[in-house]
């Protein structure tokens, strides 16, 4: 709730100020429900290992999966 008051308070002082922006919230859940989504973007990613950056794979190996959703190589895409 803390996280909703913030960004509704930053929301209107922003728009208090004439700045015109969008919002846009991200969310992949909760711990359970990202863990699950971890493990089939993992699986589905695995079986493209040969066609993502070098440093894609590099963040399978890591553990960083979610990492490669950012990335801007077009081979990732």
Not at 18 to 45: A, C, H
Not at 58 to 73: P, Y
């Amino acid at each position: 709730m803390a996280e909703i008051q913030l960004l509704s308070i930053a929301y209107k002082f922003l728009k208090s100020l004439g700045i015109e922006f969008t919002l846009q919230i991200n969310s992949i859940g909760k711990l359970d429900e990202r863990n699950v989504y971890r493990t089939k973007l993992k699986e589905y990613l695995s079986n493209h290992l040969s066609e993502l950056s070098k440093l894609s794979q590099s963040r399978i190996d890591r553990g960083s999966i979610l990492r490669i959703l950012d990335s801007k190589d077009i081979s990732d895409r």
